[in-house]
């Protein structure tokens, strides 16, 4: 049979299901699961755009930070500027030292990382909900108190470059 179509018109969140049974329970089922792509949306003071999906089937919260920068708005003889941007954002704040971020987030029992691509880079912390509260703090503080120490800056670079080599220029 035809894919079920689930769109949201106030958040432009479109998904598609596809039914391969016209079993009621299954609709029954997937008419459920599209209840479940609800968001709420509020900005900030500051401009920022805060997008939120509740789902409690698991006790996991992920928080994603999106930047509108990427690749494409690099300058054109400096190139992979928003990938080493992407790297610095995890080199420590005046709160919390160089490499410790790291240890916070996986101390809760999560995993953080992030992406660049063409027109966006983003961040993101998988882990307990139980931790949500701390995820938000020190994200909060990386995003308003990174610290740039020139040997540091240098050795992101480095580490940019070899991924160029490797995966780029190879």
Known sequence: SSPIVFEQQNDSVRCILGCMTEDKKFESSVSDLANRF???RHQLD???????QRDDRTPIVSVQTWCRAGSAMDPADKTGMAHLFEHLMFTGTDAI???ELDRR???LGGRINAATWLDWTYYYVDAPSSG???VLELEADRYQ???????????ERDVVLNERRECVDN
């Open 145 to 155: 108190g990174l610290v740039l120490e020139s040997n540091r800056v240098e050795t």
């Open 46 to 52: 500051n401009g920022v755009q805060v997008l939120f």
């Open 132 to 134: 949500l509260v701390d």
């Open 105 to 107: 987030i996986e101390a």
């Open 97 to 99: 030292p160089d490499g």
């Open 38 to 40: 609800v968001f709420s």
